[in-house]
């Protein structure tokens, strides 16, 4: 009985919830970010690229036996959703901050202390 009691305060803790929460909206968010990279950034960087090589599908490049395309490619699409996530995470940290920034209170004394020091800077 301790062994299922045990599991039961595992599985209900907060981190484990976080986690799984975490993990389904990764799950989508992995859907949005592949559908941007896919269907927009892609064949915006990547069409003028391999019409500038002469190459129609850069998943069929190949040098003799050797398909080299496909590799290349996935090493492509992960640049360019590393890049996106990077922006994406940026944006996100620089909203945090500025919530952040506007949460912080001052106290009375210190709003009055700061007024008397801009009238001070102002003489």
């Known amino acids: 009985m301790s062994w299922l009691k045990e599991f039961k305060n595992f ?9 799984s929460i975490a993990v389904v909206i990764g799950a989508a968010f992995s859907g949005i970010i592949s559908s941007l990279v896919e269907d927009i950034i892609t064949p915006l ?5 391999t019409k500038a090589a002469g190459v ?3 998943d069929k490049l190949a040098w003799g036996a050797v398909r ?25 940290n620089k909203i945090k901050l ?16 700061t007024e008397i020091r801009d009238q001070l800077k102002g003489k």
């Open 11 to 19: 599985a209900i803790k907060g981190n484990v919830i976080e986690l």
């Open 45 to 49: 960087i990547l069409t003028p690229a």
């Open 68 to 92: 080299y395309g496909k590799s290349l490619a996935a090493i492509i699409k992960f640049i360019i959703i590393a890049f996106v996530l990077f922006l994406v995470i940026k944006a996100v």
């Open 56 to 58: 129609a599908d850069i």
């Open 98 to 113: 500025e919530e952040e920034d506007s949460k912080i209170k001052l106290s009375k004394s210190e709003e009055l202390l």
